[in-house]
């Protein structure tokens, strides 16, 4: 077996025994860095900083510098997509993302292409291939795309919206014109998570950050449709894995299963071992400490990681994580107290489970 296919993320994945559990933060390459800070101001700009290969190979590894992190993830932005069809994506400082072209017409969602994955997303593509040169099978490498409602729901609003009243709008009104946007968004996810995955991803993730917003009914209907259609659409190279993470699905975690992911990444109001008892030996949980914690002293980390991992239990088929992205004003030293408290806290949870001498 491969010294990556061995690793402790991926063994976690499969629920294979291992000898810690495995740690990585979303937005784990972001703003609480200063060697990030400087690589972005050096950049210029938020895009410059993601459509250069080599720029983004460099965000990606700096935190695996600093921090004993058991996986990477991919410094890119799920926002490509759409601008790779041509709506415009430009960041306003404090405000996020926005779109000089939003959707605002049914001819305007008609009007989209699905861009080549080789050519206008060629840039995401050739990190990848730096960022595998760089890590040299250390660690998994995480590649990811935004779920195809998420992506509409920013396509749509044109900019951040804590509601985003417009898509719902089109969803009561325009149901039909909506679909016609979400299967076309799904084909491009699609075509971009198998370039991705050809081009080195050892793990691909879905964030479905914005269908919790939606009603049970119309979370199957209009996120978890188009997920399921993802996910059966990838060529899964070597059973590429895929992580799916719904902001606010805790209750739908047996929904989510039905999806095909490998592993469910839940939020912080989700109960460990209330999840693992739901998902049972089917996916692997990821997550969930709240990002607020980081701000706490070192012992109230150590505290919360303790409490977290024994939520979940002995045995394997967890991944630590925060709820959500960290913060980009956390301090890096209470970031490497959570990775050092994962890694030394957990192994009391997995004595007995003979590393290495297949599943449990």
């Known amino acids: 077996m491969s010294q990556i296919k061995n690793s402790r993320f991926l063994r976690a994945i499969r629920r294979e025994p291992v000898d810690a559990t495995p740690i990585w933060i979303m937005r784990q390459a972001g703003r609480y860095l200063p060697e ?27 935190p695996l510098a600093r921090f004993s992190l058991d996986a990477a993830i991919l410094f890119s932005d799920i926002l490509t997509i759409p601008d790779a069809m041509g709506l415009g994506l430009y960041f306003k400082e404090g405000e996020g993302p926005h779109f000089t072209h939003p959707l605002r017409h049914a001819r305007d969602i008609q009007q989209l292409s699905l861009p080549d994955p080789e050519t206008e997303l060629r840039y995401v593509l050739d990190a990848i291939r730096m960022i595998q040169h760089e890590l040299a099978e250390k660690v998994p490498l995480i590649g990811f795309c935004g779920s195809p409602f998420t992506l509409a729901s920013y396509m749509i609003e044109g900019k951040p919206n804590k509601s985003f ?32 995955i050809a081009a080195g991803a050892n793990v691909v993730m879905i964030f479905d950050t914005w269908g919790g917003l939606l009603n049970t009914a119309d979370y199957q209907e209009y996120s978890l449709r188009y997920v399921q259609q993802i996910i059966e659409s990838l060529n899964l190279v070597e059973d590429t894995p895929v992580i799916l993470f719904t902001k606010g699905g805790g209750d739908w975690l047996e929904l989510m299963m039905q999806a095909g992911c490998d592993v469910i990444g839940v939020d912080w109001l989700v109960n460990l071992a209330d999840a ?34 024994a939520e979940y239990g002995s045995g394997s088929g967890h991944i630590f994580n925060l709820g959500h992205g960290i913060p980009q004003d956390v301090s890096p030293d209470n970031v490497a107290v959570l990775v050092d408290a994962v890694h030394s806290y957990s192994r009391r949870l997995h004595e007995g489970d003979q590393y290495g001498r297949g599943t449990f």
């Not at 700009?45 to 965000?59: G, I, N, R, V």
Request: hydrophobic letters at 45%; one cysteine or more.
């Open 36 to 62: 990030y800070r400087a690589l972005r101001q050096k950049a210029g700009s938020f895009m410059t900083l993601c459509k250069t290969p080599e720029l983004a190979c460099q965000a990606t590894l700096q």
């Open 165 to 196: 009243p417009m898509i719902h709008n089109m969803l009561k009104k325009e149901p039909q014109v909506l679909h016609q946007l979400l299967d076309k968004l799904a084909c491009a996810i699609s075509l971009h998570l198998n370039a991705q």
């Open 276 to 309: 693992r008892l739901q998902v049972g030996s089917k996916v692997a949980l990821q997550g969930n400490m709240d990002p607020a914690i980081l701000y706490q002293s070192k012992e109230m980390i150590c505290a919360e990681v303790d409490r977290l991992l």
